[in-house]
């Protein structure tokens, strides 16, 4: 049995903008590396022996903040980083809805129907996120690990671990710099919590 927690980027400038970043690759605030340095903290004494992460710059910054904090070891792996939103990405909410308005509902309610412009498709980024899954397992199969990732790629990441259907991500939140825990085990993958913040206040 391992334990695999999922760490979701700190904040970006983006972030607090509502701004979509998907592959864009947007910087930590300050807010966001005390936000990772808090994550880090709150990983001190766990027995963790990889850190596996995106290698777009908001999720590199958290996991090398975390990686120096507790002395682990990072692997970089593009196939962690957001999905890509093409033209959605830069607009906020009220832009795509104003833009884009039968896709953006639709996203929100049956997102494997769409398929944005310059994008991929949810069922390509599913493929992509169960090859990292097989690429973990086969380096680090029943030890702990942490995935610092993305909003979208850490719910389908979850949802794959535990064998459920993908077009629920919006039935999941994950703030920035919240911990997921899933417990992988011969007999099922069990959901430990989601989106623990706790470590932020």
Partial sequence: MSRWYMVRHGQTLWNLEGKTQ??????????????????????????????????????????????????????????????????????????????????????????????????????SFRRRIRYCIEVIISNKCGKDIIVVSHGLTLKVLTLELLGMDIRHFNSIRMDNASITAVELREKGNVLVWLNDTCHLR
Avoid at 58 to 77: Q, S
Avoid at 110 to 121: H, K, L
């Fill in 22 to 123: 998907g592959q864009c690759d947007i910087p930590l605030s300050d807010k966001g590396r005390q936000q990772a340095c808090a994550v880090a903290k709150a990983f001190e004494g766990y027995d963790i022996s990889h850190i596996f992460c995106s290698d777009l710059e908001r999720a590199r910054e958290t996991a090398e903040i975390i990686g120096e904090k507790i002395d682990a070891p990072i692997d970089f792996l593009p196939e962690l980083r957001e999905m890509n939103l093409g033209c959605w990405q830069g607009l906020t909410s009220q832009m795509l809805s104003a833009r884009y308005p039968q896709d953006y509902n639709l996203w929100r309610t049956d997102p494997s129907r769409v398929i944005i412009s310059g994008g991929e498709s949810l069922e």
